[in-house]
């Protein structure tokens, strides 16, 4: 694997060539690009037509399909699943359908996954930076020995057809592009709103590959006894809220961090806070925006007291309208933000939220999350 930096691209691209070697001839045959299609009880996570509109643009540039793999339970369910995949601009599926894999495993996803992979040659495979995602992709690479890029912001290919994955680093201070120079596939995890999700498009089902898991219940060590729900996996909904309000450590306490809550109940919006407020303590790791907390994509971002670091730009930037409200006019905020108020947050506030409680009734709300 090959890394460089973003801000010096034309120099770091003549060292990546200086150091790629000829492909190895195993791999020559590697090609096409696929879409790991994430769903669990029946429910596909969104992240996965984010991912096919992102493989739609690669698989583009190279010229070669786009696949979606599925890998589900038999039953109605995994069929409308690839269904939908064709409607999100799929030009064929791969289709693992086994009963065995009705709860995710990562013993017999693995396989599966693998399997496919060592059948077909893919030349890129993409996944969710999910729970689910992360643990597929981190075994699925070790057992290829391929390259995995992780929690990547924007994905390309460059003249040559490398993937170059591009994600922060040095704790969310630099963005680096990585290059799998001479391993297949390319690997890459993508965190859920970081991608525009495409439009759907209604379309007839084509191609489907079906493979065999090749497993029986006894050849798998992990045994699922049980599901039990997540009482806390509705808590919050940032990465999919259309208006968030933030704090930072601008606001010097919790106390004057309720004022986000506020402005966010007078909104009808979602709230969360840069990292260091849930160091603090100040409020629940959930609740964190940010390359290490929660990507989001709302219609309407207001950020009070935050600073705007690049790893907090990486998940708000695809905002639709950021306003930033900080005391600091050279804060780095300001550079992406597309209002930028200079002043105390803590002054500012209070009489927003009283004009926001006074002009909207939860009608008006209502259109705002709308």
Not at 141 to 148: K, S
Not at 195 to 219: A, Q, W
């Amino acid at each position: 694997m090959s890394t460089t930096s973003k801000s010096r691209a034309p120099a770091a691209a003549s060292g990546r060539a200086a150091t790629k070697k000829e492909l190895p001839e195993r791999f020559k045959a590697y090609k096409h690009v696929w879409v790991f299609i994430e769903q669990e009880r029946g429910i596909v996570h969104p992240v996965s037509w984010e991912l096919m509109g992102a493989g739609r643009r690669l698989a583009d540039k190279l010229k070669v399909d786009l696949a979606a793999v599925i890998i589900g339970p038999e039953g109605e369910a995994t069929q409308q699943a690839a269904s939908e995949s064709f409607c999100y601009g799929a030009d064929l599926v791969y289709m693992v359908p086994d009963n065995l894999l009705a709860d995710y495993r990562n013993e017999s996803y693995t396989k599966a996954l693998t399997d496919l992979v060592n059948g077909y040659k893919p030349e890129i495979l993409l996944l969710g930076a999910t729970t689910l995602g992360r643990d597929l992709a981190g075994s699925v690479a070790t057992t290829l020995l391929t390259g995995l890029t992780a929690d990547c912001t924007e994905l390309d290919v460059d003249a040559d057809g490398s993937l170059a994955a591009t994600r922060p680093t040095f704790g969310g201070s630099l963005l680096c592009t990585i290059y799998t120079l001479n391993f297949r596939p390319q690997m890459a995890t993508v965190r859920p709103r970081v991608m525009p999700m495409p439009k759907r498009i209604t379309r007839p089902v084509g191609r489907i590959i079906t493979h065999s898991l090749g497993l029986v219940e006894h050849d798998i060590i992990t045994k699922v006894l049980d599901f039990l729900p997540d009482r806390n996996s509705a808590k919050s909904n940032l990465a999919y809220a259309d208006a968030v309000v933030a704090g930072g450590l601008g606001l010097g306490s919790p106390e004057n961090f309720q004022l986000v809550h506020q402005l966010a109940t007078a909104l009808g919006a979602e709230y969360g806070s840069s990292r260091p407020l849930v160091q603090k303590g100040w409020v629940t790791s959930d609740r964190q925006i940010g390359q290490t907390g929660k990507t989001i994509r709302p219609k309407l971002y207001i950020a009070a007291g935050i600073s705007g670091a690049i790893q907090h730009r990486v998940g708000v930037e695809g905002a639709d309208l950021i306003v930033a409200i900080n005391t600091d006019k050279n804060a780095p905020i300001f550079d992406f933000a597309h209002i930028g108020i200079v002043t105390d947050a803590i002054h500012f506030l209070p009489p927003l939220i009283a004009a926001f409680r006074e002009r909207l009734s939860p009608y008006s709300r209502d259109r705002i999350a709308g």
